[in-house]
């Protein structure tokens, strides 16, 4: 996370936290100094029963809302300094034409400043890389691929 020009007033370690799929992740801690290095991978995995055409899939991801925080260690909670959201599918699998095709592409997108968060927003670059499989499902004697 780069925010050029811009210093913490408070000293306390910060992290990010990412909810995707209903599930939540949060990154080591590091020093309140920019640019900030999360150098992690985050899994996220979920199984979506009853959903046989990618297209259905798809639907289903434009509804679940992908959320990443930026927060310091600030007592007695911790303070939110920026957010950023998007519908999980444009997450996941963002513009084609960004993108050019290549697994894991570095992404850039401004994050949105807290009220609190004096400064230019900061700006978060990361890659997804995501894997969609089939899995047998067993009812009853009967299995279904």
Known sequence: ITCP???L????ELYLSVFVFGQYHKTECVPAAFPLF??????FEKEFANIVDPGDLVKLLEFDTAVLEL???VPPVGKVLATYEENTRDFLFPDPKLTHGHRGLQREVLMKR???FTGIAP???FSTTSLISDSLLI???SHIQ
Request: no cysteine; net charge positive.
């Open 5 to 7: 020009g811009v210093q």
């Open 9 to 12: 007033k408070d000293k306390q």
């Open 38 to 43: 999360f150098q992690e991978r985050l899994l």
């Open 71 to 73: 927060i310091q260690l």
């Open 114 to 116: 807290s009220p609190s």
């Open 123 to 125: 700006k978060l670059r």
């Open 139 to 141: 009812l009853g004697r």
